[in-house]
């Protein structure tokens, strides 16, 4: 951390000095990392600093180096300091403070809450059905926040991957009739009547938990426009098998759907009944995006097969 980085630290947080703790992980594809500073006579002991540097040279894990990446990438931050300056305040469920941002350069700084020192201190590889309900709330709470809102200054269309910024991967997909239902996929989520924000990359990944099973969530590069049940297909995706997914399908639905009501000032069957209706077309958006980024993805299986063509049949 440069000494101009380190005085907006100490300046925002009141502390007398500060020191690095540890790099939590570096940002994809080499553009910077997510470190965790300690803090002396602070109010708080530590913060986490997002540090977003514009690489040279371009170093994508899948060889996906290209202006469109990195241009997606480049919006994604801006999206972000955008989603914490104007609108993560208005957020029902649990993320993390942000106390300052700051871009210079080619640089950008934000410094936020360290949610570990707030409790939610807790990761996930697995997850029981009433961890993966608190996580099925949190989605909740968050599109409930803000059901009807324009996303000014965010992505238009929530999810890293959606259909429009992902060309590339549309391009050599193999699957012909996937990859001509694309389009009227992408249009019809779009063109759903009720809209919220979407996280946008809401994986098990990005959920931290409390010892007794609180939810925060992580990671705003990608919150937009469009149908909850993008995160919520997203979600189940990437914590559950294919027979579970299967097995468990109207039950993740009903305790989804059961606290977006609760959340809400009065019911809204319209809603719920569209949302559900759209809940298999968005796993085969996002089964699209798999199939053309990484053919051989474990996320690829015979429930996210069927039920694709099964969107498609009914197009």
């Known amino acids: 951390m440069n000494d101009y980085l380190r005085s907006l630290v100490l300046q925002v947080t009141g502390a007398s000095s500060l020191f690095e703790k540890e790099v939590i992980q570096e940002l994809w594809s080499g553009y910077g990392n997510i470190m965790r500073v300690g803090l002396e006579n602070a109010s708080v002991d530590s913060v986490v600093i997002k540090h977003v540097q514009m690489p040279v040279n371009k170093n994508h894990p899948r060889g996906w180096n290209t202006d469109i990446g990195h241009q997606r990438k480049v919006k994604s931050y801006q999206v972000e300091t955008n989603w914490y300056e104007r609108y993560s305040k208005n957020s029902a469920a649990r993320l993390p403070e942000c106390l300052a941002i700051e871009a210079k350069g080619d640089e950008v700084l934000m410094v936020m809450e360290d949610l570990d020192a707030a409790g939610y201190h ?46 590339q991967e549309l391009a050599v997909l193999n699957d012909q009739k996937l990859k001509e239902a694309a389009p009227i996929i992408d249009k019809k989520l779009n063109s759903c009547k009720y809209k919220t924000f979407v996280h946008g990359d809401a994986k098990l ?9 609180q939810v925060g969530g992580l990671d705003f590069q990608y919150v937009g426009g469009g149908c909850g049940m993008k995160d919520v297909a997203y979600f189940i995706g990437s914590c559950l098998n294919e027979d579970e997914c299967e097995r468990l399908e109207a039950q993740i639905l009903d305790t989804y759907f059961e606290h977006l009501q609760g959340e809400m000032n009065e019911r809204n069957k319209g809603l719920e009944i569209e949302w559900r209706s759209l809940y298999r077309v968005a796993w085969a958006d996002f089964h699209r995006f798999i199939k053309g980024w990484s053919p051989g993805h474990w996320k690829i299986n015979s429930y996210s097969e069927r039920i694709t063509a099964e969107v498609i049949k009914n197009l």
Not at 130 to 158: M, N, T
Not at 205 to 213: L, P, R
């Open 122 to 167: 807790l990761r996930k590889s697995f997850v029981t059905w009433e961890e993966i309900a608190q996580c099925l709330a949190w989605l909740a709470r968050f599109h409930a926040s803000y059901l009807g809102k324009k996303p000014d200054g965010l992505w238009e269309v929530g999810t890293y991957w959606h259909l429009e910024t992902r060309p």
């Open 205 to 213: 990944a990005n959920f931290c938990f409390t010892a007794s099973g």
